[in-house]
């Protein structure tokens, strides 16, 4: 037998396993048997060796921090337990961990002789309650903060980059640019400060927030970024790597407008205006398929630049050299299309006619030289119809 515990009113203990068996044993045997005295799951699960060391309230960065590698979900199936216990457990989430292993020098070593040691990822669940963690404001869904898909740097057996979900907020009044905590990087995405590229004189300088915060960046990365419910790709965008860690990644004003991801507000509420039906699902066509144009430009210049066979790049390069061609044409028309909605635009549009008929690929199957016609209910008659 050891010698005596230096902690007064605990035996000492041969085998550490011992001393947690014990503990439980002691937490069911205060079970009463009657059931309305029975451990709190909740309270049993808190008072485990994972969840000791984590805070009662949880603060901001650990709750976006947690966002990158938790599945929440809602839990309506919470057992109501009988006394003072079961107030405030309505409002109560499934939280389930999910953390991958870590290998050492030791589990490559064996590698190297055939003999592979995998371990399982280490999962845990806990139910949380939102109100005691002050987490009341994230229970109603915000349509500018979404879940989306991050590639990183790891691959499958098939060589692609495995997605990971980060916490993405669309933040319209950022004008310094598209911003990424480091940490997310660094932890979740596992790029290393090697992969940063370099600032401009402007990012440089960095930028104020709203509060007066002033952001200096770390450096700068391209990462590609996706929503499940969506058929876009955002491929290689900038972003600001941020020694901040409160959120995963943000998206600025500028790529907000440049990619379309949402439109310019509307504020005009005294002004009645009348939009053409006709007219609006006509640019909404060209603009549809202008994205499609570059989303095939994107997706043809990532392949050649992963493709290493000469032959597989010399086609890939023939078909992206008409994608952009299709591209610029698209553009084109899209931009006669809304010169054609200004007002006494005439010699504007003759211009960008005569671009898009010197443009490479194009073929004159619509009469694009004339505008068209109005569609209003007005009986006057449109100069502009009338072609000159």
Same mark, same amino acid.
Request: charged share 25%.
């Given at each position: 037998?050891?010698?005596?515990?230096?902690?007064?009113?605990?035996? *000492?203990? @041969?085998?550490?396993?011992?001393?947690?068996?014990?503990? +439980?044993?002691?937490?069911?045997?205060?079970? !009463?048997?009657?059931?309305?005295?029975?451990?709190?799951?909740l309270?049993?699960? $808190?008072?485990?060796?994972?969840?000791?060391?984590?805070?009662?309230?949880?603060?901001?960065?650990?709750?976006? $921090?947690?966002?990158?590698?938790?599945?929440?979900e809602?839990?309506?199936?919470?057992?109501?337990?009988?006394?003072?216990?079961?107030?405030?457990? !309505?409002?109560? #989430?499934?939280?389930?961990?999910?953390?991958?292993?870590?290998?050492?020098?030791?589990?490559?070593?064996?590698?190297? +002789?055939?003999?592979?040691?995998k371990?399982?990822p280490?999962?845990?669940?806990?139910?949380?309650?939102?109100?005691?963690?002050?987490n009341?404001?994230?229970?109603?869904?915000?349509?500018?903060v979404?879940?989306?898909?991050?590639?990183?740097?790891?691959?499958?057996?098939?060589?692609?980059?495995?997605?990971?979900?980060?916490?993405?907020?669309?933040?319209?009044?950022?004008?310094?640019?598209?911003?990424?905590?480091?940490? +997310?990087?660094?932890?979740?995405?596992?790029?290393?400060?090697?992969?940063?590229?370099?600032?401009?004189? @402007?990012?440089?300088?960095?930028?104020?927030?709203?509060?007066?915060?002033?952001?200096?960046? !770390?450096?700068?990365?391209?990462?590609?970024? #996706?929503?499940?419910?969506?058929?876009?790709?955002?491929?290689?965008?900038? +972003?600001?790597?941020?020694?901040?860690?409160?959120?995963?990644?943000?998206?600025?004003?500028?790529?907000?407008?440049?990619?379309?991801?949402?439109?310019?507000?509307?504020?005009?509420?005294?002004?009645?205006?009348?939009?053409? *039906?006709?007219?609006?699902?006509?640019?909404?066509?060209?603009?549809?398929?202008?994205?499609?144009?570059?989303?095939?430009?994107?997706?043809?210049?990532?392949? #050649?630049?992963?493709?290493?066979?000469?032959?597989?790049?010399?086609?890939?390069?023939?078909k992206?050299?008409?994608?952009?061609?299709?591209?610029?044409?698209?553009?084109?028309?899209?931009?006669?299309?809304?010169a054609?909605?200004?007002? !006494?635009?005439?010699?504007?549009?003759?211009?960008?006619?005569?671009?898009?008929?010197?443009?490479?690929? #194009?073929?004159?199957?619509e009469?694009?030289?004339?505008?068209?016609?109005?569609?209003?209910?007005?009986?006057?008659?449109?100069?502009?119809?009338?072609?000159?």
């Open positions: 037998m050891p010698g005596p515990s230096a902690t007064t009113g605990i035996e *000492p203990f @041969e085998n550490p396993h011992n001393l947690q068996r014990s503990i +439980f044993a002691n937490i069911l045997a205060g079970a !009463d048997s009657n059931g309305f005295l029975s451990p709190n799951p309270v049993i699960m $808190s008072n485990t060796a994972s969840t000791q060391d984590r805070a009662s309230s949880v603060s901001p960065s650990v709750r976006s $921090s947690t966002s990158r590698i938790t599945l929440v809602d839990n309506h199936e919470v057992a109501t337990y009988q006394g003072t216990t079961a107030q405030g457990l !309505d409002n109560t #989430y499934k939280v389930k961990t999910i953390e991958q292993p870590q290998y050492n020098w030791i589990d490559h070593l064996f590698g190297l +002789f055939f003999y592979k040691r371990r399982d280490i999962v845990t669940e806990e139910y949380v309650n939102s109100e005691s963690a002050g009341n404001h994230m229970n109603d869904d915000s349509p500018w979404l879940p989306v898909f991050v590639l990183s740097s790891r691959m499958d057996t098939g060589k692609h980059n495995l997605p990971k979900i980060a916490r993405c907020t669309i933040d319209t009044g950022n004008q310094q640019g598209n911003v990424v905590s480091r940490e +997310f990087v660094e932890t979740v995405l596992e790029y290393s400060a090697s992969n940063f590229c370099e600032l401009t004189e @402007e990012e440089e300088k960095g930028g104020r927030s709203v509060t007066g915060h002033i952001l200096i960046p !770390d450096g700068a990365i391209y990462l590609t970024w #996706y929503h499940k419910k969506s058929t876009r790709v955002f491929r290689n965008m900038r +972003f600001l790597v941020s020694p901040i860690g409160n959120y995963d990644m943000i998206i600025g004003a500028r790529s907000i407008k440049k990619d379309n991801i949402l439109d310019v507000p509307n504020l005009m509420t005294d002004l009645i205006v009348a939009k053409v *039906p006709d007219e609006d699902s006509k640019r909404r066509k060209r603009s549809s398929k202008v994205a499609r144009c570059r989303e095939r430009v994107e997706n043809l210049t990532s392949d #050649y630049d992963k493709e290493d066979d000469p032959e597989a790049k010399e086609v890939i390069k023939n992206l050299k008409g994608a952009e061609e299709q591209l610029a044409i698209a553009e084109k028309k899209l931009e006669i299309f809304e054609r909605a200004e007002p !006494d635009n005439e010699e504007k549009v003759r211009k960008l006619v005569a671009e898009l008929k010197a443009l490479p690929g #194009y073929k004159d199957k009469p694009t030289a004339l505008p068209e016609s109005s569609t209003t209910h007005s009986t006057a008659v449109n100069p502009k119809s009338l072609g000159k």
